[in-house]
């Protein structure tokens, strides 16, 4: 059985493996080797050869239970025909959305535009070095995906002004996207992911009210066609304010959970397994006090299956070393 499996499946809590957000990426000198030479970022995704090369970049390096594909949830979009770039120092940025285009998108279409995605899974996952490790396949949540299609860059700062002005318009959208993920996530299982995430990385920007239409419902739908596949499904609900009560309604097979909630907290209200919470800026400090944290997350999920991650994706200063040490403290611990 796979590392993540034992602690998902089995509720196994005598070990707790580790990969880490974004540990394909922009940390490590050779992904940067590789991106300098490859300006556009989605033709880089698309780059078979490349993209997974990049995804076992961190598997060479660092004793990591899993395999994330390198890939970007903006695939999506990019597949349904809105343009999506990414520009240097502003993050992505994408194109006009026309919802009778994107309504006229077939699925051959879509698997077309991105099919190279499930040619680097294929090569990932057919390696045998990884024979022993998941491969995780990941989509974002509509939400998220809805969120960059009409704001059409990161809404860091804030949501465009009319952004919820139109609910027809909202409301089909959310439905293509809905449509297209399982498509995009059935691929990927076909050709070997066998663990899918969902980032939700705005679900914290809705209100309360606003989280059963936006959130609730769709990520239910799609975790229970993950489930239909026979394969667990991780959601990432980043900075929701009731993570108990996402869990109770969509029930993933497990939770990513951010670094600002409290987990003393999420394991009193949560039963089922929990991934991640280290806050990534403590990797950007020393060694002890990167082990005092660390632990202070195992002691408190050393008897609830705990998968280790980060609360958030890993920053591009980090220096490759204190990961080493972060897999030897996990590792050590039990
Ligand atoms: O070199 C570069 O400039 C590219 C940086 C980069 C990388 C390495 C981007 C642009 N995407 C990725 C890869 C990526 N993105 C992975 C690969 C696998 C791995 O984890 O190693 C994954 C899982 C993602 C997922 C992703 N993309 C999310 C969800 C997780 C999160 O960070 O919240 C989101 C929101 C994106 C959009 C995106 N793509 C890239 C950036 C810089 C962003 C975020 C922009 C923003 O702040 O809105």
Request: aromatic content about 10%; charged content about 25%; some cysteine.
């Amino acid at each position: 059985m796979k590392p993540l499996n034992k602690v998902i499946i089995n509720k196994d809590t005598s070990f707790n493996p580790i990969w880490i957000m974004r540990q394909a990426g922009r940390y490590l000198p050779e992904f940067r080797e590789i991106r300098k030479n490859n300006p556009n970022f989605i033709d880089l995704c698309l780059n078979d050869t490349l993209s997974s090369e990049i995804t076992l970049q961190p598997l060479k390096r660092f004793d990591f239970d899993a395999a994330i594909i390198f890939s970007d949830i903006l695939m999506l979009p990019y597949g349904l025909g809105q343009k999506v770039e990414f520009e240097k120092k502003f993050g992505p940025k994408l194109g006009e959305l026309n919802l009778n285009e994107i309504s006229n998108i077939d699925e051959i279409d879509f698997v077309e535009k991105v099919h190279r995605v499930y040619k680097a899974i294929k090569k990932v996952s057919s390696n045998p070095d990884l024979n022993d490790k998941n491969i995780i396949g990941f989509v974002g949540a509509p939400w998220t995906l809805l969120v960059y299609m009409i704001n059409q860059k990161s809404p860091k700062n804030n949501l465009k002004k009319d952004f919820f002005n139109d609910n027809f318009l909202i409301n089909r959208i959310l439905l293509i996207i809905e449509k297209f993920l399982k498509v995009h996530i059935k691929n990927q299982v076909d050709n070997g992911a066998n663990i899918i995430q969902i980032f939700d990385s705005w679900s914290g920007l809705l209100e309360e009210k606003d989280l059963p239409n936006y959130v609730y419902t769709p990520t239910l739908s799609l975790v229970n066609f993950v489930k239909s596949l026979n394969i667990p499904v991780i959601c990432f609900p980043r900075e929701i304010k009731n993570y108990k009560e996402f869990c109770d309604i969509v029930q993933p097979d497990a939770v990513n959970i951010d670094y600002n909630v409290d987990p003393k907290k999420i394991l009193k209200d949560i039963k089922i397994p929990v991934q991640g919470g280290l806050d990534p800026k403590i990797l950007l400090t020393d060694y002890e006090n990167l082990k005092k944290e660390a632990n202070k997350y195992l002691e408190i999920f050393k008897d609830h299956p705990y998968i280790f991650n980060l609360g958030h994706g890993i920053l591009p200063e980090t220096n490759p070393e204190m990961v080493e040490n972060l897999i030897k403290i996990v590792k050590d611990f039990k």
